[in-house]
Nanobody
Framework: QVQLVESGGGLVQPGGSLRLSCTASGNFFSRYAMGWYRQAPGKQRDWVGT???????YYAPSVKGRFTISRDNAKNTVYLQMNSLKPEDTAFYYC???????WGQGTQDTVSS
């Protein structure tokens, strides 16, 4: 069964950057579309962006131009590079294998001075 493990979260000041990683177990990673989502305290989980198996990515309007999703199929890993971070980006971030519906356990990002 596919498992996803996120890493790279932490505390950063406004305007700073973080890079999250999500590493998958199992085979055929390159075939899957992968997504990033986030959930702030007391709010619903929102879609952040998706990278297709061909490498094309899509983003929510709130992060477009600041966040970039990439993937390294040789490492079974998808990345979320977050730049120009704002306090409203504070949330638990999750990755998801979109094709088979598996979620990672999440990683906390806090943007605060």
């Amino acid at each position: 069964q596919v498992q996803l493990v996120e890493s790279g979260g932490g505390l950063v000041q406004p305007g700073g950057s973080l890079r999250l990683s999500c590493t998958a177990s199992g085979n055929f990673f390159s075939r899957y579309a992968m997504g990033w989502y986030r959930q702030a305290p007391g709010k619903q989980r929102d879609w952040v962006g998706t990278i297709q198996n061909d490498g094309i990515s899509y983003y929510a309007p709130s992060v477009k131009g600041r966040f970039t999703i990439s993937r390294d199929n040789a490492k079974n890993t998808v990345y979320l590079q977050m730049n120009s971070l704002k306090p409203e980006d504070t949330a638990f971030y999750y990755c998801r294998n979109i094709n088979i519906g598996v979620w990672g356990q999440g990683t906390q990002d806090t943007v605060s001075s």
